[in-house]
Structure formats: C-alpha cells, structure tokens
C-alpha cells in the first residue's frame, strides 16, 4: 500500500547546485502536485499536472522546473539551488476533482537544505 | 494576501473534551473544503471535507460546519484523544481550478491526558 512515494526523503546541497525530487503514486491518479511548507507557513503549491505530459504553474513556481513524462511519476527540478529554496517539499496526487468525493493524498516530504 | 486564515497557531484541551479549530477565507469563489491532519515528520493526511452546498459534514469524532455569510469553517473533535494532537491544516478549492488547494498556515492542537 504504497500510495504516494517521495526521493529522496533528505539531501543538503550547495548554492547553484542542481537536484531532482522524484514523485511516485501507484493510485492511477491523473492529477499530481508539488508543494512547500516554510515554518509559520500553510502549504504553497509550486507546480502541478492534471495528465501524463502536461504541467502547469502554482502560486510559487519561480527556481523550479516539473516534468511528468509518465502517469505515475512526477519530477520536480532545481536547476540552482539557492538558499531561499531551503524546505520541506510535498508531493501529492488526486483521482479528480472536488466535489466527487475524492480528495488528495500526500506523501510525506523530502527535506532539503541549500547552504 | 493570505486567502485562507487559521487565527490560532494553538490550542490545547483536556482528553475528552471538545476540540474547536477555526477556519476564515476571503475567497467568496472557494467551494470545496477539506481539514487535513499533520504529525511531525509525516505528510498531510486528509481528516474530512465539505462542499459548499451543504453546511455540516460528519465523520466519527469530526464534525466540519461551513458557515458560507460569515467564510468560515470549523473542525469539531469530541471527544479528543491524545492521539489527536497534532498540526491541522484548513484547505479550501475552487472548482474548475484543477483541485489546486489554498492553505491555512495550521493550529497545534495539544489533546492533554
């Protein structure tokens, strides 16, 4: 019962440096999202895909580059890594959209550090 | 402009007790609703939602009332476990907006034995 699965779960990296978080579900969702959580703060959407080879702009996309070149994966790039970028990162996936009674499901973050 | 706001960073209530989370949005366009539940270290996990046209939802221990004059919500927990404390997340959606969610920045709720 995997559900939504993030790699890697911790990494440190050096400013301007590049990384790639690897977001995986095996719940045959067509919807999947990136988000950040900073301290004091709710959950900001970076970037998301409702199908297999389409991405699209959330509220903080700015340093970040996605790929969703298959169903189940959805790939979040930095390609320089900047201090600033320092957070915890959710993926997470959905069936549909609300009011169908389905909902969203996330995984449980990848920790990252820019120094 | 913070679109959806959880007023109280805490709250702390005795085991068995009711616990009353509160939800405030600008957003006159959000329609769907959802509570989301976070330990440390974990993901979100979803706890209960509501849709606009309805004004109470029930599930177990968790009662969500949507009060859409005042745009506002609130998670009710009776009676509250310890197991309960955690981080909770109010989210709001609007439909058409490809299930992309707003969230609250959360309350701590302590569940004291």
């Known amino acids: 019962n995997a559900g939504v699965t993030q790699t890697p779960k911790f990494r440190v990296l050096k400013t301007g440096q590049s990384m790639t978080l690897l977001c995986a579900q095996d719940m045959n969702h067509e919807y999947m999202y990136w988000y950040r959580q900073d301290p004091g703060m709710g959950l900001r959407l970076i970037h998301y895909?409702?199908?297999?080879?389409?991405?699209a702009k959330g509220e903080v996309p700015d340093g970040y580059n996605v790929s969703r070149l298959k169903k189940q994966n959805f790939l979040l790039g930095l390609e320089s890594a900047a201090p600033s970028q320092t957070s915890v990162y959710f993926c997470a996936s959905a069936v549909g959209g609300p009011g169908s009674g389905n909902t969203i499901y996330f995984g449980e973050g990848s920790w990252l550090t820019v120094v | 402009d913070q679109q959806v706001k959880q007023n109280s960073p805490s709250l702390s209530v005795q085991e068995g007790r009711i616990s009353i989370l509160n939800c405030d949005y600008t957003?006159?366009?959000?329609?769907?609703f959802l509570w989301y539940k976070k330990y440390p270290a974990e993901g979100p996990t979803f706890l209960i939602s509501i849709s606009s046209i309805k004004d109470k939802n029930e599930d177990g221990r968790f009662t969500v009332f949507l009060n859409k004059s005042a745009k506002h919500l609130s998670l009710h927990i009776v009676p509250s476990q310890p197991g309960d404390s955690a981080v909770y997340f109010c989210a709001a959606s609007v439909r058409g907006s490809n299930y992309k969610l707003t969230f609250g920045k959360g309350t701590l709720l302590t569940v004291n034995p």
């Open positions: 895909s409702v199908g297999e080879g389409t991405t």
């Open positions: 957003n006159s366009m959000f329609d769907y």
